[in-house]
T-cell receptor
Framework: NAGVTQTPKFRVLKTGQSMTLLCAQD?????MYWYRQDPGMGLRLIHY???????AKGEVPDGYNVSRLKKQNFLLGLESAAPSQTSVYFCASSILAGDAPGELFFGEGSRLTVL | GQNIDQPTEMTATEGAIVQINCTYQTSGFNGLFWYQQHAGEAPTFLSYNVLDGLEEKGRFSSFLSRSKGYSYLLLKELQMKDSASYLCAASDSNYQLIWGAGTKLIIKP
């Protein structure tokens, strides 16, 4: 019962470097999300996807790109990392409950530090 | 604008009852979620309310008043393992979740 798996769990980058976070879910969920969590703030939505081949911007999309080429995978890319992107990143997925997304299932998180 | 307010931190005693409040302002409303997050871990789903009233699930209950933009999470018979952050999130008219900053609950023996 893997659920939602994120890789890597930890990463240290230098300013200007690029990297990709991978999220994989084995629950056949339609919706997938990337959030960032910073101290003293609520979870903030970066990008999300309502199905294979679709992506949409969330609340804080600048500096990030995403792709959902396969239903089970949702990739988050940082093209040129900045110290402001130091955060804990959570991937989540959800089913459709009627017309609406249901509860979220989260991955374990990826802690990214940009120096 | 859209906003969620919940207390930053609360302290309670093992075996007692604690109520964590959440007020929300959203453009449209499609329900209120509560999640639990232990330190260093991922949030996990606790409850969902879309109609007014109380939903009970074991030691945890969640209440919603749509007219007041208010919800609370009630935890009974507190255990040390309930020490965690509790996140309130409201679903807006586009089914986007607006998250509170979380309430850190500290349980003392």
């Amino acid at each position: 019962n893997a659920g939602v798996t994120q890789t890597p769990k930890f990463r240290v980058l230098k300013t200007g470097q690029s990297m990709t976070l991978l999220c994989a879910q084995d629950m056949n969920h339609e919706y997938m999300y990337w959030y960032r969590q910073d101290p003293g703030m609520g979870l903030r939505l970066i990008h999300y996807s309502v199905g294979e081949g679709t992506t949409a911007k969330g609340e804080v999309p600048d500096g990030y790109n995403v792709s959902r080429l396969k239903k089970q995978n949702f990739l988050l890319g940082l093209e040129s990392a900045a110290p402001s992107q130091t955060s804990v990143y959570f991937c989540a997925s959800s089913i459709l409950a009627g017309d609406a997304p249901g509860e979220l299932f989260f991955g374990e998180g990826s802690r990214l530090t940009v120096l | 604008g859209q906003n969620i307010d919940q207390p930053t931190e609360m302290t309670a005693t093992e075996g007692a009852i604690v109520q964590i409040n959440c007020t929300y302002q959203t453009s449209g409303f499609n329900g209120l979620f509560w999640y639990q997050q232990h330190a260093g871990e991922a949030p996990t789903f606790l409850s969902y309310n879309v109609l007014d009233g109380l939903e009970e699930k074991g030691r945890f209950s969640s209440f919603l008043s749509r007219s007041k933009g208010y919800s609370y999470l009630l935890l009974k018979e507190l255990q040390m393992k309930d020490s965690a952050s509790y996140l309130c999130a409201a679903s807006d008219s586009n089914y986007q979740l607006i998250w509170g900053a979380g309430t850190k609950l500290i349980i003392k023996p």
